[in-house]
């Protein structure tokens, strides 16, 4: 899938990555370490960071806002 949007986290410690291929990455700038968050994202097309860094977003093509807790990386 193609790279919709990216959003960089509050603390600067993390990546969001959203793509048309319905995933949604999260990437931890200091390790590389690259993780799948769990769920049904549909074709990604943008992504958004709380403002306490505790909460991602994940607009779809589809027309859902989908949230996911970043510690528990469960989808809300």
Known sequence: GSV???A???????V???ETAARLRLVDL??????????DTGS???????ADGQTV??????GFV??????TRREL
């Open 66 to 71: 989908k949230l996911w807790n970043v510690r």
């Open 16 to 18: 969001l990555i959203g």
């Open 30 to 39: 200091a390790s590389g370490r690259v993780e799948l968050l769990p769920g």
């Open 8 to 14: 960089l986290s509050p603390d600067g410690q993390s």
């Open 4 to 6: 919709t949007s990216a």
């Open 57 to 62: 977003a994940a607009g779809t093509f589809e």
């Open 44 to 50: 990604v097309l943008s992504v958004a960071w709380s």
